[in-house]
């Protein structure tokens, strides 16, 4: 093969894509990295099914709309990723095609298509949150006679505490927290973004005493899994779901629950909201972009939206007996 093949050209613009675009150039995140990364990695296998070409022989002519949209609709139906995450998968493959454009000007009239592939709508549910009941329910339920519950019970109250996300969370290090006096937690947040967040007395103490069961090191991992590495999403989520199997003896209504790290994110913010905090602060506890984003609690909270009525007086009207005229046929005939 040659460099002028046009399977290596295409190579190469995928290797070029991630090392000059992505990385050197936009300086983008690990996270947006793996994310397009993997997208990619999709991509070649479900090329090599349909196509049946490895990833190799690939060329740029085979990146088309018709394997695309292909491509998205097997996310949807076969591997019944949400439409979110096609639309993530769809967003890594547009700024591809405009790198590609631009390298390959001649193959512009088949990227155009690819870019104009459009997002998916989708609906937007109401925010699910747990009660204060029940998320001090789901806090009090881990063992503190072992040493997952020990981790989990410092793990779950920063995780309500900071309003983390999981993936901030599971990144926090030792020298991330400042346990003397204004205690505070360093999150590392979406798109290299950092933010620092108070903690309570209590969640501080939990954090104390369970530095004493690993390694202080400012750089080992504040909640490792037990072989002392980084915890998971998975692993995150499957502690959570154990602490409010154990809450719901107490809480039953957990047991139809769907209870996930971010449905304890949400907590924190709809508890502060009903406090009430500002929006504008909240946005900035929670790491959002926009406080447009946190109006979403808002949208959620009956009680806040009742208050609100309750504040106006109802129009006053009199209210007139309706009296169905004699001929109901004439009446049927004028409408």
Not at 118 to 136: A, T
Not at 228 to 234: C, H, I, L, V, Y
Not at 241 to 250: D, F, V, W, Y
Request: aromatic share 8%; charged share 20%.
């Amino acid at each position: 093969m040659t460099s002028s093949d046009p399977a290596v050209r295409f190579s190469t613009l995928i290797q070029q894509f991630f090392m000059d675009r992505l990385i050197e150039q936009r300086n983008v995140s690990p996270r947006t990295v793996a994310s397009y990364r993997d997208t990619f990695r999709l991509l070649f296998s479900f090329a090599e099914n349909d196509l049946n070409k490895s990833p190799h022989k690939l060329r740029l002519a085979d990146f088309d709309a018709e394997l695309i949209l292909a491509f998205l609709k097997y996310l949807e139906t076969t591997r019944h990723n949400a439409i979110r995450s096609r639309n993530a998968r769809l967003a890594a493959i547009r700024s591809f095609a405009h790198y590609a454009a631009l390298q390959e000007p001649s193959a512009l009239p088949g990227l155009q298509r690819v870019l104009a592939i459009p997002m998916k709508r989708f609906d937007r549910p109401m925010v699910g949150f747990l009660s204060r009941d029940e998320m001090q329910c789901i806090l009090a339920a881990p063992a503190a006679n072992s040493w997952c519950g020990q981790r989990d019970q410092a793990m779950l109250a920063t995780l309500y505490n900071t309003g983390a996300r999981v993936s901030e969370l599971i990144a926090m290090r030792v020298g991330d927290v400042v346990l003397d006096r204004g205690a505070c937690a360093n999150l590392h947040g979406k798109g290299r973004k950092e933010r620092t967040v108070p903690l309570w007395a209590s969640t501080a103490k939990q954090i104390r005493r369970w530095l004493h069961q690993i390694d202080p090191d400012p750089n080992q991992w504040l909640f490792p899994n037990r072989a002392g590495g980084q915890m998971t999403r998975s692993g995150v989520t499957d502690r959570l779901k154990l602490a409010a199997a154990g809450a719901s003896i107490r809480c039953p209504q957990l047991k139809t629950r769907s209870i996930t790290p971010h449905i304890v994110r949400h907590a924190t913010a709809m508890h502060m909201l009903q406090a009430g905090v500002d929006v504008t602060l909240i946005a900035l506890w929670l790491g959002h972009e926009s406080a447009a984003t946190t109006h979403m609690y808002i949208e959620a909270d009956l009680a806040m939206k009742q208050r609100a009525l309750n504040s106006i007086q109802a129009p006053q009207f009199k209210q007139h007996r309706f009296c169905p005229p004699k001929d109901i046929l004439a009446f049927l005939d004028g409408l």
